[in-house]
């Protein structure tokens, strides 16, 4: 399949990579800026451009994977200018989760969600990634086209898909917040973070056979409150003191 993308970013590096590996052909990349559009063309050996109006007409899927924000403006920009050149017949999908199949102005339209943390220089291997497609028009081919890629493919509503995508946030973005403000502690009192890469793999590697809820540990469990005082004077934030708390708070809840 001839595809062309439509951003330059985390998510569409990795993607078109996969797909160019798996045997489709990217024939070109779009992005507002030359530096972006270059340096994935260059990867995958392609054209570029940073004009709606020279996006080529001639491939059979155009995936939209921008920003969220900037995603409805970059649809209507584009529709607008294959209208004045003449529409291809092709399936336009946007890859963003928390977003509307009915954002995309085309008639063949759908979603094509990979649910992972993307970076454009770390590769990941596809094959356990979950694809989630949604298409009223193109539903087939698109999960044969995901199944290419992935084989945990599922069909899943644009409601549904919005759920996942605010749990995908506690699991993934929260979570790295937290290692984040843990290697800044760290950092202020000389200890290198790595001491901390054997808990983080082991907590990880746990909920693959216990549940989150089984596998809880710590003060909070038991809602030690000489322990969690302590901890909460010693930190240097009153914002990570509110943080310390109400994860705290939430935990002995929940348990």
């Given amino acids: 399949m001839e595809i062309v993308f439509i951003g330059a970013g985390n998510l569409a590096t990795q993607l078109s990579l996969a797909f160019q590996r798996a045997g489709h052909t990217v024939s070109q990349i779009y992005s507002r800026t030359e530096e972006s559009a270059s340096a994935l063309a260059l990867r995958l050996g392609c054209q570029w451009s940073t004009s709606f109006d020279e996006v080529r007409t001639d491939a059979q ?12 403006q970059v649809a209507e920009g584009l529709y607008a200018s294959f209208m004045m050149r003449g529409f291809p017949d092709a399936v336009f999908v946007h890859t963003a989760g928390s977003m509307s199949l009915d954002i995309l ?14 970076s ?8 356990q990634i979950p694809v989630f497609v949604e298409s009223a028009t193109d539903e087939e081919m698109l999960f044969a086209l995901a199944s290419d890629l992935s084989q945990c493919v599922y069909r899943l509503n644009g409601s549904q898909r919005k759920y996942l995508h605010v749990a995908a946030v506690f699991a993934c973005n929260f979570t790295n917040h937290m290692y984040d403000l843990c290697s800044r502690i760290l950092k202020e009192h000389d200890i290198p973070f790595d001491v901390m890469l054997p ?42 003191k509110r943080i310390y708390q109400i994860l705290s708070e939430s935990i002995h809840d929940k348990l």
């Fill in 61 to 72: 899927l155009y995936v939209l994977s921008v920003r969220d924000a900037a995603l409805q």
């Fill in 105 to 118: 102005p085309m008639p063949r339209r759908g979603v094509f969600y990979p649910m992972q943390t993307f």
């Fill in 120 to 127: 454009k220089h770390r590769n990941v291997e596809f094959s």
């Fill in 199 to 240: 808990l983080i793999d082991e907590t990880a590697r746990k909920i693959h056979d216990i549940s989150p809820h089984e596998a809880q540990t710590g003060p909070a469990v038991r809602y030690d409150e000489n322990v969690i005082n302590r901890h909460i004077k010693m930190l240097s934030t009153e914002r990570m």
